[in-house]
């Protein structure tokens, strides 16, 4: 079905065509200037260069061919050749009464689905989340379902950092504080415990410190190191302690996770990989693409005609250790042959930007990725405090991000408390809606920003009720249910959608028209800003009808009826928005 602006579209495409100028001139979008028109189109300025003519001429010629008197109200022509469009108060009622009754709101999906994965999340085993973690989680989460939604078929990964020096290094420290456990006997060959010797508040501190040890430790440190070579060459009992920890770590990730409404289809990591580096590696060797220099091992990815250098992407290092380069080539390789993508996106910070150029040159030239799969990189900024700096503790550290959803949902509470209603509540229902209002402030604050901006967090700003922010959207869609609700009480069911009977009104549902482009657009630029800015003005937009209209005391009851429709297909709008954005909305408030 798609959109008002898509429909008038074909209209003015049809119109082109019969003034004689191609279709593609056709496009119709929604006016900059809403106090001058609802619509415009402005392809008679581009029609101009290709038929030497003046734009306002063509621009004539092609509101002569429109009739359609049911459909616009009014044409006129501004400017150089800009054609404005007014539409009929019925024929947007028709269009609302449409979104209403399809299952997906007037947003078809895609001709031909893609096979996406996306990456994203990227914790390391045995460290705790923090806010770190935030942005890739949350806007690789709404990219998702922003994928899912258009119609893709898509997976992703949180690409878990399992391997390397980090689990020699817990393994060493362990093995120095409980040297009795059977992981360490090398002539142990019974059944290894089913209960880790440690949990998570055990990893949490044994790495810390084993890290910060390794520095000036240097006989800790080469243990440590001795400890990450014998795990990689598959010591059993390294190996058993090895997959505890993954799964101790898992469980706890999950948990963290799950509290942001966050949920990963593959819990895959570097660990998956390494059965395969070791023959890429001689693969690339073989056939002529890696190559030494000075003791190491590279690809060079660089090619002529390129904007600017790209250094070669380093394979191993001079003592035969590998790098994350090696293990992202290797995971392309894993990913193209067990689930053949179509398209690979990767939710990383803006940083990485460099390494990607090397590692998906590398894919290319090296036949790892067919041309057949596109790489796409899709960086982030990062989450600022006050000072402009990464957000971190008051005592200056890295904060949890346990303890940032903590913050956020006490804040929360106290926002929420100060509503009337909400204090007859039961305490678990509080708490619940306090946890839903606290991690939509949290993630509203985060998606509202282009992904590739930094930007500060204010706890303050972003949990109020008012302005762009999560809980006043969560606060509009919850108002609209407990309209719903009230009429339901009393009997009263949405009827038919009428014609605008006000400015408001006939904003509304203007604002409601818009959504398949707005999907649209956050799926091509992978940005959920768009949706945020979407949902904001929606609910703007509501609050504003509501105010001006009382509905439940309405007298005509067609008219009751059909802003109660009204109102039922903006609630519908608003949930389905948050929900690509990852946001849940409480039953009441």
Not at 308 to 322: F, Q, S, W, Y
Not at 486 to 509: H, K, M, V, W, Y
Not at 525 to 554: D, I, S
Not at 561 to 586: Q, Y
Request: aromatic share 8%.
């Amino acid at each position: 079905m798609g959109s008002l602006a898509d429909k008038l579209t074909v209209v003015f495409a049809d119109a082109f065509e019969s003034a004689g100028y191609d279709r593609s001139y056709g496009e119709v979008r929604v006016s900059d200037r809403p106090d001058l028109c609802q619509y415009q189109c402005n392809g008679a300025l581009a029609a101009a260069k290709r038929y030497r003519t003046s734009p306002r001429e063509i621009a004539q010629n092609v509101v002569d061919t429109i009739r359609a008197p049911e459909v616009v109200r009014d044409l006129s022509l501004a400017g150089p050749g800009f054609i404005n469009v007014v539409l009929t108060d019925e024929y947007i009622a028709r269009h609302v009464q449409e979104v209403h009754d399809d299952d997906r709101l007037g947003c078809e999906a895609v001709a031909r689905p893609l096979r996406i994965m996306v990456d994203y999340g990227g914790p390391n085993v045995a460290k705790p989340l923090h806010v770190g973690h935030l942005r890739a989680a949350i806007i690789g989460e709404s990219i998702v379902r922003i994928c899912r939604f258009v119609g893709h078929e898509v997976i992703g990964d949180v690409h878990l950092g399992d391997w390397g020096l980090q689990m020699g290094l817990i393994i060493a420290a362990l093995e120095e504080s409980r040297p009795d456990l059977p992981y360490f006997d090398h002539d142990f060959a019974g059944h290894y415990p089913d209960d880790p010797p440690v949990n998570i508040a055990d990893l949490e501190e044994i790495y810390p410190k084993a890290a910060e040890r390794q520095k000036t430790d240097l006989e800790f440190a080469e243990s440590a190191r001795q400890a990450t070579v014998d795990l990689q060459a598959g010591r059993p009992g390294y190996r058993a302690l090895w997959q505890q920890f993954r799964d101790v770590s898992v469980d706890d990730l999950r948990q963290s996770y799950e509290q942001l409404n966050i949920r990963f289809d593959l819990w895959l990591g570097e660990s998956d990989t390494q059965d395969r580096v070791r023959g890429l590696i001689a693969r690339l060797k073989q056939e002529g693409y890696a190559l030494e220099s000075r003791g190491a091992l590279i690809v060079e990815v660089g090619e002529p005609g390129d904007r600017e250098e790209i250094p070669p992407l380093m394979l191993e290092k001079t003592d035969g250790a590998v790098l994350y380069g090696t293990t992202d080539l290797a995971t392309i390789e894993q990913r193209v042959e067990q689930f053949t993508p179509d398209l690979i996106l990767y939710v990383v910070d803006n940083r990485q930007q460099q390494h990607f150029k090397q590692v998906f040159k590398a894919s290319y030239k090296t036949g790892v990725a067919p041309e057949s799969t596109r790489l796409e990189h899709d960086g982030f900024g990062t989450m600022n405090g006050k000072d402009g700096k990464p957000f971190k503790t008051r005592e200056g550290g890295i904060m949890k991000l346990k303890d940032l959803i903590a913050l956020v949902t006490d804040h929360a509470r106290a926002r929420v408390e100060a509503i009337e209603s909400v204090r007859e509540y039961a305490e678990d229902e509080k708490e619940d809606i306090s946890r839903i209002v606290g991690v939509a402030a949290l993630k509203y604050a985060d998606l509202m920003n282009h992904r590739t901006k930094d930007y500060v967090f204010d706890l303050e700003r972003f949990s109020s009720f008012e302005g762009r922010t999560g809980p006043y959207i969560l606060y509009a869609a919850v108002r609209i249910k407990s309209v719903l609700r009230r009429a339901a009480e009393r009997g009263l069911q949405p009827g038919r959608i009428l014609a605008p009977l006000s400015e408001s009104e006939r904003d509304l549902d203007l604002k409601l028209s818009e959504l398949p482009g707005t999907i649209a657009l956050a799926f091509e630029t992978r940005a959920p800003n768009h949706l945020c800015e979407y949902a904001f003005q929606l609910a703007t937009a509501y609050n504003r009808f509501y105010h001006v209209h009382h509905m439940l005391n309405e007298e005509d009851a067609q008219r009751r009826d059909s802003w109660l429709a009204l109102s039922e297909v903006t609630l519908r709008v608003l949930e389905r928005v948050l929900d690509l954005l990852g946001i849940e909305v409480p039953r009441r408030m």
